[in-house]
Structures are given as structure tokens and as C-alpha cells.
């Protein structure tokens, strides 16, 4: 049963010139490729790739004097020197930047002022960099300003951040939808890489990781995971490298800045602002694109948070960004929330159910709890039933029963399933022979619930078996209605029955073992057995005269091989056949006559009574 659960392909579309970088860190590759979350699944798809994107990795845009020197040495002189530097560089003309195309150095060099200015908030220095620009470099800078926004902490850089936002824009920036999915990503980054106090390093360990196993959790071809997970490492380490050179840049040495609700508040203001600057500019598709951007990282950063970080400060940023998009017109909350009952990111559930509750949206709690337990994922379907009000149990729990997975079959059982639901779940784990799943269940299933659906249980068991009657097998052995007489009856009544909907293979078998007339089968084969052992005590010509043998050994020779397979078996009732065989022997041995259907253990051990010790202790422990 295969639970991938599918998403519009999304387009974080960059714009930029692989030949021409906006620092000397960045690279990109102008390939058809899918966006972070999409890379994971894309690959699923026909072509094996997923949409018309161009793929970017940018590292954050420092010198590399600042990457060597200690902190952040970000100072506003020394910009300014290198203004002038620049200017001389790039060969001010009278007509402005936007009339031409940079070279490459040139991008380089402006990349590194900006990013500095933008660190050491250096507004006045930050806007007169735009006017030397070409349009697509003012997209960039339109990425780099608003991906700072979620490391602003005062009111004053509040306003720096948003009025170069605004004058960007006025300049020309128009790559919006490239800088809504991107910001998105990277803040769901900062705000997930705050649930616990760890290092970047730890991190990108988790991250990695994390990664790795939600690819071996989707289907494809293994080279095409392998370019995805590769595409996506790239995107993740970039966002993680940003979020590094802004807290160095705070004072953080590897560690995340934890902001308070008032910073919180004024970081999502910006992301406000943008939107409103944006307009009818985004689209809904683009607000669907960025929702899906936002929820991806979650998704992978799951084992690392914290139980209740969805409801703790460090998941504010996040709540607030996801409102706002659905505000915009986002419109796959369901989709992203079934996705993250998947992968077992049960804080991100939470955050969906609570984005649903707010906005009137209907997901699919039912469905999600579907896939949160094929995947075991224990911690997500608490969190969907206590929370999320699931109550659909059966589907999900006979699923379980049919794949042996004992940890959810308990789980569901605990949770006061219905009757009926118990009772459909023993009859899937027995059709697929999942022993253990059907012990632990049968116990729970009421007797008259059972009696009354003996029939229907085996005959559904059988036609569902696919080739094994294991399951069938333990249910018999078992008196699963509490009565040998009336399992055995169960038992011969469909041995016997022309009903086309018992499968022959179903009907072979109780026929050979549990019928009333596999009970006199074994009474005959009892009977040629014990006179083939006369013939041959009178007859045989062997060197060693069975006569002279001690009588356990005698009786080993005989009846051990019996008394093993009997003991095999296990359960508390015999197969007709061999309570058939046991009766005959229990005669020939000491003359009494236990025929009734609940003496086949009795019988045993008269058996046994009769073996050498060091025999019969030998078999108990094979």
C-alpha cells in the first residue's frame, strides 16, 4: 500500500546567470529541477525530474576577510572605503546602473558591499548600492533584504529593513514569487533550528540525516534519490550557512539567536510589509508554492523538536508566516498536513491543525491518521486522535493487523476500539498469517462476537490468505470460541459446505485436518500403524529383536514421532486427524477409551506417561 502523497510541482525560479554570480560563494545551475520539498518526490515522476526551475545555492554574501577574522567585522567605514573602491571599478557613467549589464566582478563586488551593509545596518550605504545595479541583480537584492528580516530585533532595523525593501521595489525589483519561496524556506529554517539548544554543526547533522531517511522512504529509481537529495542539500545548506552568518554577525558563535515575542512580532511586520508591496504581484499559486516551502524544512527538523514547540515561542515566526500565506490564497494546508502525518513531524501537525481551526479550512484528520500509522509513527497519531479528533480507527488498524505491525495494532487497541473493529482486525491478521498480531487480538474480541461470526471469519480468513492457512491454523488450535465442540464444528461446517464463496484451497485443508472426517482418517491411520508395529515385532527381520527392548523404548519406536508432532502443534486443541491417531494409541496402550472432543490433551499425556523421561524432555525443548 503505497501512501506517497502527491503535491503541485513548485517553482522558486532564480533568474540569475550561472556565469555571472552575485558573490564569489554562489553557484547555480541552470537545470530543470524541483524545489526543496519537491526534489525528495520528483523524481517519482515520469521524466524523473521535477519542473522548469533553476536551482540556486547561495552561501551568504561575506568577504573572505570577514569569514577570517573573528566575529563579525562588519564596519561601516570600511564600506564606505570600499564604495569608493567600487566606484572607481565600475566606472560610474552618467546613465544609471539599470541600463546595463554588470560583469561578473562587478556582481561580485556588489554582492559583498550589500550583504555587509544589510549585516551592520547600514541603510544609507545598503540603498545607494541599488542604483548601481542591472535588474536581475536588484532581485537579488530584493532575496538578500528580505531573507534578513528574520534576524532583525529592534524597531529601528524594522524600519531600515522595510524602507530598502520599499526602494528596491520602487527600482524595479520584480522577482517576487523567487523571494517569497525563498524567505519562506529560510525562515521556517530559523524557526525550527530554534526548538532546542544546539549547535549549526548539530544541525546540519540532524538535517542530513533526517534527509537521507525520508528518501529511503519514497519509491524511484535509486540514482535519481540520489540527485534529488543531493539538490536539496545544497538548498539546506545554504539557508543553514545564512542563519550561521547572521547570529556570528548577533554575537551567536554557532549557536541560533532565540528571539522574543516582541522581536517575533516585528520580523513578521516585515514579511507584512513585503506582501503589501507585492500586491496582486503573487499570485495564488505562489502563496501555495511558498506554503509548501515553509512546511519542507519542519518536516526534516522534526526529530529534533521538542514536545509542545509548536505551541512554545520558537514556533511563533513560523505560525504567523504560514497564517499569512494562507491569508494570501494558499490553498494545499491538507495537502502539507497529510504529508507531515506521513513523515511523523507531529509538531508541524499541530501547527497545521491549528492554521486549519483558525481559518475554517477542513483537513483530513481520518485520512492523516492513515498514513502517520502505516508509517508507525506513534507520537503523530496521538497527536491526531487527542487533538485532531481522528476517529477513524478500522481501516488503519486492519492495515496494521495485515502487515504484523504489533506496536500500532496495541496502540489502536488501547484506545477502546469497537467490537467489530477487533473483530475485523483478528480476521486480517489471520488471513495473512500474522500469528502473533492474532494472539494478541483474540483475547480482546468478545465471545458472543466471535460465535456469532465463526464462519464469516474463517471463510473471509481463507479467501483473503493468499496461499498460506497459518493464520487459519492458529485460530482452530486455539478454540477461538471457547468450545473444542463447537470450534471443531465451525470448523467441519465449512469442510463440508457448497457455498461457492469458500475458496477449495480453504476446503482441502479443514477437510484433511479439522472435519469429522479427518477425526476417522486418524482413527484408520491409527489403526495401520499399530499393526504395521505387529508385523514387524513378529515378522521382522532385523538383528535386533524389538521384543527384547525395554517397553518405553518399544513405545519410543512407536508413538514418538506422533507425541512430537503433537507437541508442535501447540494450542489447546488438537487437529481432528491427529486427536484421531492419539485416541487409537491411548487404546493400544492401556485399554481406555477417551473419545470426547475436550480430551485431546488428556490424551497427551497418557502418551507421554508412557515415554522414557529423557525422550520426552528432549522434545519439550526442541
Not at 554582492?111 to 541603510?123: E, P, T, V
Not at 501547527?351 to 492523516?368: E, P
Not at 498514513?371 to 487533538?387: D, P, Q, R
Not at 461470526?453 to 488450535?477: H, M, N, Q, T
Request: charged share 20%.
Amino acid at each position: 500500500m503505497d501512501f506517497v502523497v502527491g503535491t503541485d510541482v513548485m517553482h522558486l525560479k532564480d533568474e540569475i546567470n550561472p556565469e555571472e554570480p552575485l558573490c564569489i560563494e554562489m553557484e547555480t545551475e541552470e537545470t530543470e529541477t524541483g524545489t526543496p520539498k519537491n526534489e525528495v518526490q520528483g523524481f517519482l515522476q515520469e521524466k524523473g525530474e521535477g519542473s522548469n526551475v533553476v536551482f540556486s545555492r547561495e552561501a551568504p554574501l561575506i568577504s573572505k576577510e570577514s569569514r577570517t577574522s573573528s566575529g563579525c567585522t562588519c564596519g561601516v567605514k570600511k564600506f564606505k572605503s570600499r564604495e569608493a573602491v567600487a566606484d572607481s571599478e565600475l566606472g560610474m557613467k552618467e546613465k544609471s546602473g539599470h541600463d546595463k549589464k554588470l560583469s561578473r566582478q562587478d556582481r561580485i563586488e556588489l554582492g559583498r558591499l550589500f550583504q555587509g551593509a544589510i549585516s551592520s545596518h547600514d541603510w544609507e550605504l545598503a540603498e545607494s548600492l541599488i542604483l548601481l545595479v542591472d535588474p536581475q541583480t536588484l532581485n537579488d537584492a530584493l532575496c538578500i533584504t528580505l531573507d534578513a528580516i528574520w534576524f532583525l530585533c529592534t524597531q529601528q532595523e524594522l524600519y531600515g529593513i522595510t524602507g530598502l525593501i520599499k526602494k528596491i521595489i520602487t527600482n524595479g525589483a520584480y522577482d517576487f514569487t523567487r523571494a517569497a519561496l525563498r524567505t519562506s524556506f529560510l525562515a521556517s529554517c530559523v524557526s525550527a533550528c530554534q526548538s532546542r539548544t544546539m549547535s549549526l554543526a548539530d544541525t546540519v547533522t540532524v538535517m542530513a540525516q533526517r534527509l537521507h531517511e525520508r528518501l529511503q522512504e519514497c519509491n524511484g529509481d535509486e540514482v535519481l534519490k540520489a540527485e534529488a537529495g543531493a539538490k536539496v542539500q545544497k538548498f539546506t545548506d545554504w539557508a543553514l550557512k545564512c542563519i550561521g552568518f547572521h547570529s556570528r554577525c548577533q554575537g551567536n558563535m554557532d549557536r541560533v539567536n532565540h528571539y522574543s515575542a516582541v522581536e517575533i512580532q516585528l520580523q513578521l511586520s516585515a514579511f507584512k510589509t513585503f506582501l503589501d508591496l507585492a500586491g496582486n504581484q503573487l499570485t495564488g499559486k505562489d502563496f501555495t508554492e511558498a506554503f509548501d516551502a515553509a512546511c519542507f524544512p519542519l518536516t526534516l527538523f522534526s526529530s529534533s523538536f521538542d514536545t509542545g514547540w509548536a505551541s512554545g515561542i520558537s514556533a511563533t515566526v513560523i505560525q504567523g508566516l504560514l497564517g499569512m500565506l494562507v491569508e494570501g490564497g494558499a490553498d494545499n494546508v491538507n495537502q502539507c498536513f497529510l504529508e507531515a502525518s506521513r513523515f511523523g513531524s507531529t509538531e508541524l501537525v499541530r501547527i497545521l491543525l491549528q492554521i486549519a481551526q483558525r481559518n475554517s479550512l477542513d483537513v483530513d484528520v481520518d485520512l492523516a491518521l492513515g498514513f502517520a500509522s502505516h508509517y508507525c509513527k506513534i507520537g503523530t497519531m496521538e497527536c491526531l486522535v487527542e487533538e485532531g479528533n481522528a476517529r477513524a480507527f478500522l481501516g488503519p488498524l486492519m492495515r496494521a493487523a495485515e502487515r504484523g505491525c504489533m506496536q500500532v495494532v496495541q496502540w489502536f487497541v488501547k484506545r477502546d476500539c469497537r467490537d467489530m473493529e477487533l473483530c475485523l482486525a483478528l480476521t486480517a491478521a489471520t488471513s495473512c498469517s500474522q500469528v502473533d498480531v492474532a494472539a494478541y487480538l483474540l483475547p480482546h474480541v468478545p465471545q458472543h462476537v466471535l460465535a456469532a461470526l465463526s464462519i464469516e471469519i474463517l471463510k473471509a480468513a481463507g479467501e483473503r490468505s493468499g496461499g498460506s492457512l497459518d493464520g487459519v491454523a492458529f485460530l482452530l488450535r486455539s478454540d477461538f470460541l471457547g468450545d473444542p465442540a463447537a470450534t471443531y464444528a465451525v470448523a467441519d461446517s465449512i469442510a463440508k459446505s457448497d457455498d461457492d464463496a469458500v475458496t477449495p484451497e480453504l476446503k482441502a485443508f479443514l477437510r484433511k485436518h479439522w472435519s469429522q472426517a479427518a477425526f476417522f482418517d486418524g482413527l484408520k491411520q491409527g489403526h495401520e500403524h499399530y499393526m504395521n508395529l505387529m508385523r514387524i515385532l513378529k515378522l521382522g527381520g532385523s538383528p535386533i529383536c524389538l521384543r527384547d527392548l525395554p517397553a518405553p523404548l518399544r513405545m519410543a519406536i512407536a508413538y514418538l514421532p506422533l507425541y512430537r508432532e503433537c507437541l508442535q502443534t501447540g494450542g489447546r486443541l488438537l487437529s481432528q486427524r491427529l486427536r484421531g491417531q492419539l485416541v487409537v494409541a491411548v487404546q493400544r496402550l492401556g485399554g481406555q477409551v477417551l473419545e470426547e472432543v475436550n480430551q485431546g490433551r488428556e490424551l497427551l499425556a497418557i502418551l507421554e506417561s508412557h515415554l522414557p523421561p529423557f525422550l520426552v524432555q528432549a522434545s519439550s525443548v526442541e
